[in-house]
């Protein structure tokens, strides 16, 4: 079985953006003054962030969400805003430059470099538990998630695709573990060529996957997305 190669706290020298690969840390202190209100904010990087009403005292978990071909930030947080709001996540929704994310266009770059800003912002403004840093994605955005999870598996220990296409990391970190979920029935991203295939692919390089199939097509089902959220900030707690 394959091993992930180990993860490093930076890029390298010759790693950047154009590899996928994400600098934006959490912080020790953000710079705010006082904690976000709670809500959603919108960012200069071209995400929302949204800032639950309650949660656990100390560092809170946060994930990215990333919108399929055509969406909208507004739309990722509406898959996992309910179970946000419950658990006390902070929530990171960022708009892609284009119709849909950069690999799939040309190649990493302009997509990175935003992403990294606004987790800049997001860290910057909250304190962030370093372990428990997620990136979520549907579609387009669960393809584009699992690329850069598997890429960043240093900033980012889990990664929720639901129903992806592909996976296309330039370079690997980390060891993060990873939930997918997939409807039986999906005519846009079928299964069989999709995560049935890249569950399998991703076990043989030695990732722990949940995988998950349901009745249904290309969505993200409410039951579906709490488990995975329930399934990753067990296995954080758990860790």
Do not use: K
Request: with cysteine.
């Amino acid at each position: 079985m394959a091993t992930p190669e180990r993860s490093r706290p930076h890029p390298g020298p010759q790693e950047s953006v154009r590899h996928g690969r994400l600098s934006a840390r959490p912080v020790a202190v953000p710079r705010a003054v006082s904690p976000p209100e709670p809500g959603v904010h919108r960012l200069d990087g071209r995400a929302l962030f949204y800032v639950p009403s309650a949660g656990a005292p100390g560092p809170s978990a946060l994930a990215v969400v990333l919108h399929g071909a055509g969406g909208t930030a507004e739309q990722a947080l509406e898959w996992l805003l309910p179970q946000a709001s419950d658990r006390g996540v902070l929530l990171l929704a960022p708009q892609a430059v284009s119709t849909t994310w950069d690999v799939i266009v040309g190649g990493y770059g302009a997509d990175v470099s935003r992403i990294d800003a606004a987790l800049e912002e997001a860290f910057s403004r909250a304190v962030v538990a370093v372990g428990e840093v997620a990136v979520a994605g549907f579609s387009d955005g669960a393809s584009y998630a699992l690329s850069l999870g598997l890429a960043n598996g240093d900033l980012f220990h889990t990664v929720l695709a639901f129903s992806p296409g592909f996976m296309a990391p330039m370079v690997r970190h980390g060891r993060p573990r990873i939930f997918v979920s997939h409807g039986v029935s999906d005519r846009v991203l079928p299964i069989d060529r999709c995560s049935r295939r890249l569950v399998p692919e991703l076990r043989e390089s030695g990732y722990e996957v949940t995988y998950e199939e349901f009745r249904g097509g290309h969505q993200v089902p409410v039951e579906v997305a709490s488990a995975a959220v329930r399934w990753w900030l067990d296995q954080e707690r758990r860790a």
